[in-house]
């Protein structure tokens, strides 16, 4: 008998203890630093190793480009360039880089970092190194002086200025004293940085995130109000990440969240959710490569099978606007009279009777772990059934997933995914999407038609933007009336913030992670 | 033998656990063969109804509506084909590969049966699932490829097991005497050790299926299993993750099916060790 | 010396059997249709920069020459890079093994303080209601999936109670590294709110991981007292007199404990099984994790590296098993 009342008394102070430990986690964080929840990791620091928009807060917060991609709808700014001039033959550009602007370590940005920051990208083939290399040849970049950098591109084109932020001006006396068997400091820049962006790095570490400190000496300068420290965390919940924000864990998180939680931190007190339309158009990509898929009539019934009203009216409650296109609707070159396609099973048998042949079972690809896609896949393949026509699911995750688009014989016949902002301009969405020189690089779809090719290659070097608009318009109707692809839905962001947060600036490129902005009350 | 049958049969209905836990199967059975007919809503396994999604618990959806608004309550039915499926084919396997194994290499003492047993060992060296996830992932999901990722990583239990009971079965004296009178070791295997081991497999089989289960959900649940919109019950809850808390229903109701399942076998397992196996019956007088 | 003749033909055995996990391993990690190299070479990668890639890791050798190469490092202490953290495998693993080793010994304590005088009670009031209860519960908790009750956990406690945090080992960057143990270390340096944040972390984590073996300690524990309870070395001190509490403390519960103790291995078994699952749904930065990790992103060396491990770990602990089992129960040597 006693031993029980002895397990009783231990076992009563064994939770006693426990519950006066747990409490409530205190939050006792300075006044103005901001922590955000990141859904993917930092698992490394190098600018010129990563493009994807999953980790663009250290690039846009510790590093500076020569121009800079600000606020919806995007607007190309000087950035550590004060100007430029394009020669008459759309072939040199010539930057004039602002005096005062100083690496974080003190020292000048100048030409030639540059310079060795373009070289770097091109030498490291990884990140943003297909926006260049097709035009820029390594040692074609000259600094005549400290200021002045040119360009000199082996073909006129028209989409170099707008990514031109992608290339982030990197330390280039630091690096080269970090530099490891001829690996351009590659080892020590992925845990450090060399920038000369907001915010200079104070921790990091892959697993949890980094931290970095307010850049006093920034050239665009401080106002009254600005944020001492910012920290980007990897949380890769989403339950997580919406918990942590009602706790007051964190400030923020990524605007892309499902509508549920997003109606849940809406109905928050402390929670101030923003809304803007983003550009990232959700679609599925058609082989159209591959027999039957090559054929039109079979497309344009896949096209009429998807019941587009449900997936955004139901599934994603409302929360995003029908792209019937594949140019987002918030650009210029966005055809606005070109209808699409809707949810119509007659229409769908109709055309599948003009299919010759007999179809195979079709392959419907999604990505592991994005629910929406394997939702879409579902959804297709419902339709499809009632049209006859039988389908599998094939979810995989991005790594897979991303290696058989390289691949004719690979890839999947249809494959839902999202197509985001790199820099804002259509030739992003239809110009690589469906261009011959992209097959099998950016154009997944094995799209090949010379008559959208030719729309899109004159695109790429007519300097008048009427012009290439008009073009790009002619060639996103083209594609959506070939049926090329299943074109969905436009995103919208709904970004969460703590309500103290203020000066949120939001461009599609960027996804609101620019800190420089934001201070809070 | 049927002798015994009936005695066994008998010993069992006495006892109060192995009861519930033969109801538990013989539920989980039934509802497999008959779901087209026990289902409210049979075509929800392939059809949905979006402008349904996520409702709770309800008359006419026992257990709600899941992300795409078909009923759960249909789709957990159908999730016990698969579930009978996965267990029944991969311990058939595992046991048509471990048993022989088990019993070549309890028989002979060479440099054969070590090295089937070094390779038993190599198996059993991982945390089972480890390497079943590895296989299935390399495999691709899909149902199949689940019950080869079982089969593979479950083969060894029955070959260690099979291989003692064997070694021990040797000592025997009327096996020693069948091999006395000239028995091929084929007669001696099949004919004489293997029918005085059976109540072991038996045991370790009924055993073993819930933690087939178990693995098999797992492995579902981390995306290896069958692809959507298959009602698998592993890959369910995983899809219900993103509604929690509201749509407790979703996560709640294929789990539960889960604990069931296994509980009726290891209650079963249970009852069958305590008759059929008396030297490790553990002293659970109630 | 039965001891003796054991653990040499075990040492024998213990390369060998790691080379064939090797093999084994490699050839399962050979046939995955993705390619990890193609994946962070990044989407705008060419196919020579992938080769280039590919090349850097020696995946454009014969595969028999790979395994070689590798075998060759594993001698040296090298487990190769990992494809996807970019960074040595040893490096890796060793980072993660302090966050497994504390959820696991934080679960075996747990299951043994709660598990043993449970066990111990309900044999000593065998049939009362809470021995009857603790046998619904203990058969429960082996039939319940690991990864459900984790999310059933997070459910109740996490989301709807808010008392504890949902998921992760700590909030923030954790107390200074001295041990890689946050507990520990936090203690080490008088770092309260890492200590406090690090034990609210555990709570779930280690509460699914126990539950399991907390039913298996309390299973084997009651059965080992209660067989002591009717042996005759028992009854005879009874019928000498001696108060029945002595009794319980004296000999059975020693004879409990060490029922329990052989009962290790089948334990820990458990415990690291249901420790990747509940790694996973906690997004626990342990070896669990780690694994799980590599396998869907297809990182070979890592799987390699983690297989190697946790194989040889496996063999040691079972060894001592063994050998525990050998020397403390003499009636089932042989």
Request: hydrophobic share 45%; proline share 5%.
């Amino acid at each position: 008998m006693k031993y029980l009342k002895v397990f009783k008394a231990l076992m009563l102070s064994v939770a006693l203890t426990a519950v006066s430990i747990m409490g409530v986690s205190t939050n006792s964080f300075a006044k103005s630093k901001f922590v955000f929840a990141n859904s993917s990791p930092y698992d490394t620091l190098d600018p010129h190793v990563i493009y994807d928009v999953g980790r663009v807060a250290s690039r846009l917060n510790m590093y500076d480009g020569l121009m800079r991609w600000l606020d919806n709808p995007p607007q190309l700014t000087p950035w550590l360039a004060e100007s430029y001039e394009i020669s008459a033959d759309g072939k040199t550009y010539t930057f004039k880089l602002r005096k005062g602007a100083t690496f974080h370590d003190g020292s000048p940005v100048e030409a030639k970092d540059v310079v060795y920051s373009i070289e770097r990208i091109l030498a490291l083939k990884k990140g943003a190194v297909s926006l260049f290399s097709k035009s820029i040849e390594p040692g074609s970049t000259q600094a005549p002086d400290n200021h002045t950098v040119v360009f000199n591109l082996n073909a006129a084109s028209s989409i170099f200025l707008a990514t031109v932020p992608a290339i982030h001006v990197v330390n280039s006396d630091l690096l080269k004293s970090k530099e490891v068997d001829g690996d351009w400091g590659g080892t020590w820049l992925s845990k450090n940085e060399a920038g000369s962006g907001s915010f200079e790095l104070t921790r990091y570490d892959p697993a949890i995130g980094f931290q970095a400190k307010r850049y006093a000496n920034h050239f665009m300068g401080w106002g009254d109000k600005y944020l001492d420290e910012i920290e980007f965390r990897t949380v890769k919940e989403i339950n997580s990440r919406v918990l942590g924000l009602l706790n007051g864990d964190f400030h923020g998180t990524d605007g892309y969240l499902p509508q549920d939680q997003v109606k849940r931190l809406k109905a928050d007190s402390n929670m101030n959710v923003l809304e803007e339309e983003s550009m990232r158009i959700f679609y599925s990509i058609i082989h159209n490569g591959r027999k039957p898929f090559d054929d039109v009539n079979l497309r344009k019934a896949l096209s009429y099978a998807f019941d587009y009203d449900a997936f955004i009216n139901n599934i994603l409650s409302g929360s995003v606007a029908r792209n019937p296109v594949p140019v987002p609707n918030n650009i210029w070159g966005n055809p606005k009279d070109a209808k699409g396609y809707t949810y119509d099973l007659e229409k769908a048998k109709e055309y599948l009777a003009k299919v010759k042949g007999p179809i195979p079972e079709i392959t419907i690809g999604a990505l592991a772990g994005y629910g929406q896609t394997e939702q879409a896949a579902a959804l297709l393949q419902n339709g499809l059934s009632k049209i006859g026509l039988k389908s599998k699911i094939v979810a995989e995750p991005w790594s897979v997933a991303s290696k058989k688009m390289r691949d004719e014989q690979q890839m999947y016949d249809m494959l839902w995914l999202w197509r985001s902002t790199y820099y804002a301009d259509p030739n992003n969405w239809v110009g690589e999407m469906y261009a011959c020189d992209q097959v099998g690089a950016r154009n997944n779809s094995w799209y090949c038609k010379p008559e959208v090719d030719k729309l899109l290659m004159e695109a790429r070097v007519e300097p008048d933007q009427a012009k290439r608009a008009a073009n790009y318009e002619k060639a996103a109707k083209m594609v959506t009336d070939d049926a090329g692809g299943i074109f969905v839905y436009n995103t919208k962001w709904f970004g969460p913030y703590n309500k103290k947060v203020k000066g949120v600036r939001f461009s599609p490129i960027g996804n609101a992670q620019e800190m420089r902005w934001v201070h809070m009350e | 033998m049927f002798e015994s049958a009936k005695f066994i049969i008998s010993k069992l209905a006495k006892d109060r656990t192995s009861l519930v836990g033969a109801c538990l199967i013989a539920g989980l059975i039934l509802i497999a063969l008959f779901a087209p007919l026990l289902a409210p809503y049979p075509q929800d396994v392939t059809e949905f109804h979006p402008p349904e999604r996520l409702l709770g618990p309800s008359m006419s959806h026992f257990f709600g509506t899941d992300r795409m608004g078909s009923d759960i309550f249909s789709r957990m039915l159908f999730g016990a084909r698969i579930t009978i499926a996965i267990a029944v084919i991969a311990i058939g396997v595992s046991v048509l590969i471990g048993v022989p194994i088990g019993l070549i290499a309890g028989y002979n003492k060479n440099w054969i049966s070590d090295g089937l047993m070094r390779v038993s060992d190599i198996f059993l060296a991982v945390p089972q699932i480890i390497l079943a996830i590895a296989i299935a992932q390399t495999l691709g999901p899909s149902i199949e490829n689940v019950i080869l990722a079982l089969s593979a990583t479950y083969w060894p239990f029955w070959a260690r097991l099979v291989y003692a009971e064997t070694r021990s079965a040797l000592t025997e004296t009327y096996v020693e005497a069948s091999i006395a009178l000239g028995a091929s070791p084929f007669r001696v295997m099949v004919f004489h050790v293997l029918p005085n081991i059976s109540s072991s497999i038996i045991v370790r089989t009924t055993i073993g299926m819930g933690g087939t289960i178990l693995t098999a959900a797992a492995l579902g649940f981390l995306g290896l299993g069958p692809p959507a919109p298959s009602p698998e019950w592993g890959r369910t809850i995983a899809e219900s993750r993103e509604f929690l808390p509201e749509a407790w229903w979703y996560a709640t109701a294929p789990g539960v099916a889960i604990f069931l399942v296994v509980m009726g076998f290891n209650l079963f397992g249970d009852g069958l060790r305590d008759i059929l196996d008396p030297r490790t019956r553990r002293s659970h007088d109630g | 010396m039965r001891v003796l003749v054991l653990i040499l033909n075990r040492m024998l055995w213990f390369v060998p059997t790691l080379i064939g996990l090797m093999i084994i391993t490699f050839t399962i990690s050979h046939i995955i249709p993705a390619d990890p190299v193609a994946f962070f070479a990044g989407e705008n990668a060419t196919a020579e920069q992938i080769e280039a890639l590919r090349a850097r890791y020696g995946f454009d050798k014969p595969l028999h020459i790979q395994l070689v190469n590798y075998l060759i490092g594993v001698t040296q202490g090298d487990l190769g890079i990992s494809i996807y953290t970019q960074r040595p495998i040893s490096e890796d693993l060793l980072a993660r093994l302090p966050a497994t080793m504390e959820l696991t010994f934080m679960a075996v304590f747990f299951s043994t303080i709660v598990g043993v005088p449970l066990g111990v009670f309900a044999a000593v009031y065998r049939n009362s209601f809470l021995d009857h209860f603790l046998r619904v519960l203990t058969v429960s908790g082996l039939a319940i999936a690991s990864f459900w009750l984790a999310i059933l956990f997070q459910l109740l406690f996490a989301m709807e109670l808010q008392i504890t945090p949902l998921q992760g080992r700590i909030d923030g960057w954790g107390p200074e590294p001295i041990t890689g143990f946050f507990i520990l270390d936090s203690l080490i340096v008088a770092d309260w709110e890492s200590l406090k944040s690090a034990l609210s972390h555990l709570v779930l984590p280690t509460l699914t991981l126990a539950f399991p073996a907390m039913a298996t300690i309390v299973r084997f524990t009651r059965a080992g007292v209660l067989d002591a309870i009717n042996s005759n070395y028992v009854l005879y001190e009874q019928a000498m007199g001696l108060p029945s509490n002595l009794i319980i403390w004296k000999y059975v519960l020693r004879n409990a404990l060490i029922g329990t103790v052989t009962q290790i291995g089948l334990i820990f078994g458990i415990l690291i099984a249901g420790a990747v699952v509940v790694e996973a749904v906690f997004d626990w930065p342990g070896l669990g994790l780690y694994a799980v990790e590599a396998i869907l992103n297809s990182d070979y060396n890592a799987i390699m590296g983690f297989t190697l491990v946790t194989g040889a770990f496996f063999i040691i602990v079972n060894l001592v098993v063994d050998i525990l089992h050998g020397v403390i129960d003499p009636r089932t040597q042989g």
